[in-house]
């Protein structure tokens, strides 16, 4: 196995997932106050499970994001 190869398809890897993540969640935050389901005082629960496949692993992270 290649150390340095590992370590960077891992990086781009979570590089892609944060993006996203962040992509997605500003998103639908925007889409809450917009449809007044949100009032953007919220302290919001957000929750991520990392699964690789062929490793059994599945590792979840759990934290609230607050709007203001």
């Known amino acids: 196995m290649n150390e340095d190869a590992l370590n960077m398809e891992i990086r781009k890897f979570l590089k892609q997932v944060g993006v ?7 998103k639908a935050v925007r889409a ?5 389901k949100l009032k953007g005082n ?7 499970t990392l699964t ?3 490793l059994g692993l ?3 992270i759990e934290q609230d994001i607050k709007l203001s």
């Not at 996203?20 to 500003?26: A, G, L, M, P, V």
């Not at 809450?32 to 007044?36: E, K, V």
């Not at 919220?42 to 991520?48: G, M, P, Q, S, Y």
């Open 32 to 36: 809450g106050l917009d449809s007044g």
């Open 58 to 60: 599945q590792h979840t």
């Open 20 to 26: 996203t993540s962040q992509r997605e969640i500003e």
């Open 42 to 48: 919220e302290t919001l629960k957000a929750r991520i």
């Open 52 to 54: 690789v496949e062929g």
